[in-house]
C-alpha cells in the first residue's frame, strides 16, 4: 500500500499554556498540509489546520504604498522595518507570547539596540502575578506533581473547560495518578468566580463571589483560618458559613493547589489579591502541602517572562531608553504607554494588540509606523506599514517554549511554511543586522 500521509508524533500544541505534548499531526505527503490532528482540543487543533495555506495567510512581505500593502521582496521590506524602528524616537516592540524563546531573546537583543520600549502580553493578563511573585515568592510545582498528588484543585478566576480544555483531562481533574489512582473521584474541585462557568458546572463546591471582592474572600478565609470569629453574616456576597466551611475542606486536603487566572489577576486588586492568595497557600502549608500556579493563557507567555528576565533582570515592560533596563510595570506598560501616545513606532511579534486593547491605545498605535511579523491576517496586520510573514512556531518551525508551571518543552516542526516566510527568530536577525548597518555599528 503506498504511504500517503506522514505522521509527526510527541507534537506539542503551540496554543495555550498547557502545552498539550502528545499530539499526533498528519501531513499529506502530496500537499504537505495538515489534513488529521490526534489528541488536541478543538482550539488547538484549529491552529495545525489553519496553518494551512489559505487566503488569510500572508505568504510575501508587504508594504503599504499608497494606502494598500504591496508585495515586496524581503530585502526592501526588512530595510522599510529597520527604517521604521531606527528613526524612531521612543519605539515599542511587543507581543513574543505566541513564538519561541531563541525569537523572544532576539527580540531582547533588538530592544537594547534601539533603546525601545520591551514588552510582552503578560502586562494585560499574569503581570500582576509576576509582581506579587516577586513581593512574597510562591510555593509552586509541576502539572506533573498535581496529577499525581493533588486531592484538593481550586479554580479561582478561570475557566479551563474554555480557556484550557485538557488541562482537566491531563493533569487537574479527571486524569489518574500515582496517589490518585480513581482520578476524577479521588479530587475535591472547587471553583470560585462570579459567574457559573462551564468549570463550575463540573465542581464539587461552586462558591459565588462578588465581582472586583476577590480580595476581601481571600483576606476572610486566612482570619477564619487563624481562628479570628468574623462578626459579619457574608463576605463578598459569600455566606460566612460557607467560609467555615471551605476553611475546613482546606486544612483537610491531603494536596491541594490554587489555579489562578485572569478573573483575580484583573479584579481590582489585581497583584494584591495575589499577593493575598500567595500569604493564604503559604499559611495552608502549616496544615498540609498547598500550591498554587498561574493559568497562563498564550502558550510560550512564561517563556516570554523566562527569556527577558534572564536578559534583562525583568520579565515585562522593560524601557531601555538610558541604554539599560528600567522597569516599571503601569509607566511602561504597552496599554499605558500607548493611552498617552508616547510610542512613536511599533514592531508588534506574534500578537494581536489591534483586536484586545483598548481603543484609546489602538487608535495611537494605528497613528504611528507599525510592522507587524504575522502569519495571519489580522486587525493589527490590517493597519500595518510593513508585514513580514512569519512560520508558525510549534508547526512551521522548531524551538522551544514554557509551560505554564515553566517547565521548557521543545516544540516540532511539522511542515513547511508557505510562500516565502520565514521563522520570527530568523526575521529578527535580519532586521538586527539592517538596524545594526543603519546605526553604524
Ligand atoms: S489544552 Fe491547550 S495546549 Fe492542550 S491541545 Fe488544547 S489548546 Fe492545545
Redesign the pocket.
Known sequence: MVEKVRTVTDV?????????DD?EIDIDLKTDQVVEVR???????K?FYASNPSEHRFEKPLIKKNGELTEVSWEEAIDKAADILVKAQRPLLYGFSSTECEAQSRGVELAELLNAILDNTASVCHGPSLLAIQDVGASLATLGEIKNRADTVIFWGSN?VHA????LS?YSDFIRGYFRTDGRNDRYIIVVDPRYTHTAQIADKYIKVKPNEDYELIQSIRAVLRGTDLDVKEVAGVPIEDIKELVERLKSANFGVLFFGMGLTQSLAHHRNIETAIRLVTELNDYNKFILIPMRGH?NVAGANQVFAWNTGYAYSIDFSRGYPRYNPGEFSSVQLLMRDEVDASLVVASDPGSNFPAGAVKNLFKHPLIAIEPHKTPTSAFADVVLPAAIAGIECEGTAYRMDKVPLRLRKVKEAPGESLSDKEILERIIEKVKGKLGE
Request: hydrophobic share 15%.
Open positions: 506539542c500544541c503551540p496554543f495555550c499554556g498547557t502545552l498539550c499530539l489528541n488536541g482540543c478543538q482550539i488547538g487543533t491552529k479551563p484550557h480544555p485538557r488541562h491531563r502558550y
